[in-house]
């Protein structure tokens, strides 16, 4: 997104560190997000952290981070670029902006400008969400599905977030509403043990290998769940799905 111009009073107030020590209002102020910084990182996903700056301490200004998406720790400094962003507030909020980090991942952030009793700017609360992660998913997706590429959004048909009527579905389809990648991915390997043709029950080693073979293909090895579900879908150990993997690389 564009960043807004301000009219410069933020910018005189971060672009140098203040002289004088925080209020006691503004140190009351860091306390209690401090405090906030651990339950609200949990709250988010993985991918996302959660970081607060003391501006009386820049540049090593992070006094709380909860999130391991930029690597820094107490005492670290803001992200390069960061502060330019900031300076683009027209209030005291900003969401949805972006940043690059050293290795060249994307990351989204939102800031909030923290403000004590009289006006000056003295924390800013910043969630930083590593782009990479979702970009990855939706390869683990593409390849599940059969797809070589990521389609447009304009060649997909629209969503409805209805369900269909029963009398208007062609009889005899099966339609899936997945809440998440692993419902998915439970579903393929349901399907996939279809596929084969043989009840778990009875199968044989050469059955099994067969359904990992496919599941390989489909990607949901690449799941950091998916030996675990296919273990319990073919009701082997982990261990034997390895060992399944091993014989199929020695093989290729």
């Given at each position: ?23 006691v ?5 860091i ?10 990182g949990?709250?988010?996903?993985s991918?996302?952290?959660?970081v ?7 540049p090593?200004?992070?006094v709380?981070?909860?999130?391991d ?15 330019d962003n ?7 909020t900003?969401?949805?902006y ?10 989204c ?18 969630i ?35 369900e269909?009527?029963?009398r208007?579905?062609?009889t ?20 996939t ?16 290998v ?19 579900m296919?273990?319990?879908?073919l ?17 290729e």
């Amino acid at each position: 997104m564009s960043m807004p111009l301000s009219d410069g009073s933020d910018a005189d107030e971060l672009a140098e560190p203040p002289m004088r020590r925080q209020s006691v209002d503004g140190e009351r102020l860091i306390a209690l997000f401090s405090s906030l910084v651990q339950p609200l990182g949990e709250t988010l996903p993985s991918s996302c952290e959660v970081v607060l700056h003391d501006l009386s301490r820049m540049p090593n200004s992070i006094v709380a981070i909860h999130g391991d998406v930029s690597g820094r720790r107490v005492g670290d400094e803001p992200i390069k670029g960061l502060r330019d962003n900031i300076l683009g507030l027209s209030g005291d909020t900003v969401v949805g902006y972006y940043t690059t980090l050293n290795d060249g991942r994307e990351i989204c952030s939102s800031t909030m400008l923290i403000r004590d009793v009289t006006g000056n700017a003295v924390a800013t609360l910043v969630i930083n969400s590593d782009l990479s992660v979702w970009a990855n998913i939706q390869k683990v997706l593409d390849t599940m599905y059969g797809r070589s590429t990521r389609a447009k959004v304009e060649e997909l048909p629209p969503l409805s977030l209805a369900e269909p009527a029963e009398r208007d579905r062609p009889t005899g389809e099966t339609v899936y509403f997945d809440k998440d990648i692993k419902s998915v991915a439970i579903r393929l390997i349901k399907e996939t043990i279809e596929e084969v043709g043989v009840p778990v029950e009875i199968m044989h080693k050469r059955h099994k290998v067969a359904v990992v073979r496919k599941l390989k293909v489909r990607g949901i090895f690449l799941l950091r769940d998916g030996v675990d579900m296919t273990a319990s879908g073919l009701n082997v150990t982990r261990f034997t799905i390895y060992n399944y993997l091993n014989q199929l690389s020695d093989e290729e």
